[in-house]
């Protein structure tokens, strides 16, 4: 049986994140940044102090890769991190001056991206485009706790 992988949702989805990245990220070089360190930024463009913990729920990304991209992002001279005062052992991290003025680098750059990936489309094509994925996204984080909770 042959398998249509541009029929397959993973597959093109997959595809179309790679590229996004890879346009992103190219992009980005010029200022020494990736579109690894943007739901960070994203995440602390509003000003607040967020924990370690709070970054990896808003990221949806494992722990250990949070760590990796907050000890580089630190070298980098992009985030600050201090003490938690509500608990010794956690630490609360924010954008430093540089990382704020970077942060609007990585916004246009993210616009910018967005804007070639859905040239063509009309704005109600791309309104629905962005719900469904929403859907998918929402449809998949259902299907993951399921299965984490032993439903499936």
Same mark, same amino acid.
Not at 44 to 70: C, K, N, V, W
Not at 72 to 90: F, S
């Given at each position: 049986?042959?398998?249509?992988?541009?029929?397959?949702?993973?597959?093109?989805?997959?595809?179309?994140?790679?590229?996004?990245?890879?346009?992103?990220?190219?992009?980005?070089?010029?200022?020494?940044?990736?579109?690894?360190?943007?739901?960070?930024?994203f995440a602390l463009a509003h000003g607040d102090a967020?924990?370690?913990?709070?970054?990896?729920?808003?990221?949806a990304i494992e722990q250990p890769t949070m760590a990796?991209?907050?000890?580089?992002?630190?070298?980098?001279?992009?985030?600050?991190?201090?003490?938690?005062?509500?608990d010794r052992r956690a630490w609360l991290y924010t954008?430093? $001056?540089?990382?704020? !003025?970077?942060?609007? =680098? +990585?916004?246009?750059?993210?616009?910018?991206?967005? %804007?070639?990936?859905? /040239? #063509?489309?009309?704005?109600?094509?791309? $309104?629905?485009?962005? !719900?469904?994925?929403? =859907? +998918?996204?929402?449809?998949?984080?259902?299907?993951? %706790?399921?299965?984490? /909770? #032993?439903?499936?």
């Amino acid at each position: 049986m042959f398998y249509d992988r541009f029929r397959s949702t993973g597959y093109m989805s997959n595809w179309a994140a790679r590229l996004l990245a890879r346009a992103i990220d190219h992009r980005l070089k010029p200022i020494g940044m990736s579109s690894g360190y943007m739901p960070v930024m994203f995440a602390l463009a509003h000003g607040d102090a967020l924990s370690q913990r709070a970054l990896t729920e808003f990221a949806a990304i494992e722990q250990p890769t949070m760590a990796a991209t907050l000890a580089r992002m630190e070298r980098d001279g992009l985030v600050v991190r201090r003490p938690d005062p509500n608990d010794r052992r956690a630490w609360l991290y924010t954008l430093s $001056d540089d990382g704020k !003025a970077k942060s609007v =680098k +990585v916004r246009e750059a993210g616009q910018a991206i967005n %804007e070639a990936a859905l /040239s #063509g489309l009309s704005q109600d094509e791309r $309104d629905a485009f962005l !719900a469904a994925l929403a =859907k +998918v996204v929402a449809n998949l984080e259902t299907y993951l %706790e399921e299965t984490r /909770s #032993g439903s499936t």
